[in-house]
């Protein structure tokens, strides 16, 4: 729906919480490629509280595989 409005910012949300839903539901590649996709859209928007939001998402995912590595480095 926000896409066809054009609202980047609430797509990235959206995008973003269905990143989040995945890593709940355990599906960590849909995870992935979800929150992939909203820090795409937030880096394209210049919105760098969402771009911040996404990168925390990200790491909570690295924690969740067990990459502590990669979580500290989101």
């Known amino acids: 729906m926000f896409r066809e409005l054009g609202d980047r910012v609430n797509q990235a949300v959206n995008i973003m919480n ?6 709940y539901l355990d599906d960590l590649s849909q ?6 996709a909203s820090l795409e859209l937030s880096q394209a928007n210049g919105d760098r509280a969402l771009r911040a939001a996404g990168l925390a998402c990200l790491s909570s ?13 989101q």
Do not use: I, M, N
């Open 61 to 73: 995912l690295a924690l969740w595989q067990g990459d502590a590595t990669r979580a500290a480095a």
């Open 18 to 23: 269905l990143g989040l839903t995945g890593l």
């Open 31 to 36: 995870s992935r490629r979800d929150l992939d």
